[in-house]
C-alpha cells in the first residue's frame, strides 16, 4: 500500500463502552507487533501520538488515524466529533513537539495547526474528516506533523 495514500475508511463498529481501557489495550498490541493491529483494527493507518500533558507534564500516548502530504503526517483533532477539542490537541498546543510511532518507526515531530488558507488541501488527506465535522458545530482542528 502507498504510504502517502490513507487506507480505505471501514465501518469502525460500535464504539467501546471502556475507551480508557481500549485505546491501553491499542497501544499495548501496537507496540507489541510493530504497529501492526488485529480484528477490526488491522490494516488501517494508525499511529500513537506520546505527548506532553499541558497541565502534568507527563508524557501521555493516544492512537491516531491519519493521512500524509508528502512527508508529513497530517490527523484532525475530532475527539469523535466530541463538543470540545481533545487533550492531546491542548497538550500540543502547550507542548508542540511530541513523538509519533508509525509502524515500527519511532520518532519526534513537531505539531502545528492548518491555518484556513490550508485546510480544504489536507482535509483531503484525511477521508473521514468532512463526516466528523458534519457531526459538530465547532471547527475540527487539522494536526500537521512534521518530523523535528
Known sequence: ???NRPSP????????????AFNRALVEEFRANHGRLSGPMAGR???????????TGQARTVVLGYGR??????AIASANAAP??????????????ATVEVGAERFEVR???ANSGERDQ???????FESQQKLTS???????????
Open 9 to 20: 475508511r471501514r465501518d469502525p463498529g460500535p464504539i467501546p463502552t471502556d475507551m480508557k
Open 45 to 55: 493507518s494508525l499511529m500513537l501520538l506520546t505527548t506532553t500533558g499541558a497541565r
Open 138 to 148: 465547532r471547527q475540527i482542528p487539522i494536526v500537521l506533523l512534521t518530523r523535528a
Open 84 to 97: 470540545a477539542d481533545p487533550a492531546w490537541y491542548r497538550n500540543l498546543q502547550e507542548h508542540p513537539i
Open 1 to 3: 500500500m502507498d504510504s
Open 111 to 113: 505539531a502545528s495547526t
Open 122 to 128: 489536507l482535509a483531503a488527506a484525511v477521508p473521514w
Open 69 to 74: 502530504q508528502g512527508d508529513r503526517y497530517v
